[in-house]
T-cell receptor
Framework: ETGVTQSPTHLIKTRGQQVTLRCSSQ?????VSWYQQALGQGPQFIFQ???????GRGNFPPRFSGLQFPNYSSELNVNALELDDSALYLC?????????????FGPGTRLTVL | GESVGLHLPTLSVQEGDNSIINCAYS??????FIWYKQESGKGPQFIID?????DKRQGQRVTVLLNKTVKHLSLQIAATQPGDSAVYFC??????????????FGQGTTLQVKP
């Protein structure tokens, strides 16, 4: 196990609702990256938080937002949920924001939008 | 969305044989590549990485080969074991010099190990 935890494990929402997913980073890590993994696909980068600031974003609309707290845990918020938002949401923590820093993934939160 | 390409979606091998999983990438500027293993119900797990100034890197039972001429990456697993059954992803950093650890993942290859 990586020491990265995510909650909840599973979540069911309806279209138009809002959701908050949580991630606790591994001890000593100050960076959290969020990825969306659709069924049968590879993870897609949503954004990264480094020392409580957004540090890079992928091709996701503004209704995907996040936070990082002083203890380096993080939240992913998605507003106005759409059916296509159904996916596994992964967070990964690392000891630094650069690509060369190994990213340790949590088990993910499975979001289903009905 | 953005993705790194893979040649085959599923690879079936006999236990004890060697496995080779391939990956093609399109951006010649990519400077860092990683292989991940994802078991059912788990997040991706780091296997091995390689920088673009290298052609080969070896780990425990795994070897990654990088051919920059044809933009091709492969993961070789020696003496494949049932515990190696999983989906394998290659990922790349397409933004050299970036301060963001944004990884672009391929779609994955499923490795099935037959006993």
């Amino acid at each position: 196990e990586t020491g990265v935890t995510q909650s909840p494990t599973h979540l069911i929402k309806t279209r138009g609702q809002q959701v908050t997913l949580r991630c606790s980073s591994q001890s000593g890590h100050n960076t959290v990256s969020w990825y969306q993994q659709a069924l049968g696909q590879g993870p897609q980068f949503i954004f990264q938080y480094y020392r409580e600031e957004e540090n890079g974003r992928g091709n996701f609309p503004p209704r995907f937002s996040g936070l990082q707290f002083p203890n380096y845990s993080s939240e992913l918020n998605v507003n106005a949920l759409e059916l296509d938002d159904s996916a596994l949401y992964l967070c990964a923590s690392s000891r630094g924001q650069r690509p060369g820093n190994e990213q340790f993934f949590g088990p993910g939160t499975r979001l289903t939008v009905l | 969305g953005e993705s790194v390409g893979l040649h085959l979606p599923t690879l079936s091998v006999q236990e004890g044989d060697n496995s080779i999983i391939n990956c093609a990438y399109s951006n010649s500027a990519s400077d860092f590549f990683i292989w991940y293993k994802q078991e059912s119900g788990k997040g991706p797990q780091f296997i091995i990485d390689i920088r673009s100034n290298m052609d080969k890197r070896q780990g425990q039972r795994v070897t990654v080969l990088l051919n920059k001429t044809v933009k091709h990456l492969s993961l070789q697993i020696a003496a494949t074991q049932p515990g190696d059954s999983a989906v394998y992803f290659c990922a790349e950093n397409r933004e050299p010099g970036s301060n963001t650890g944004k990884l672009i993942f391929g779609q994955g290859t499923t490795l099935q190990v037959k006993p």
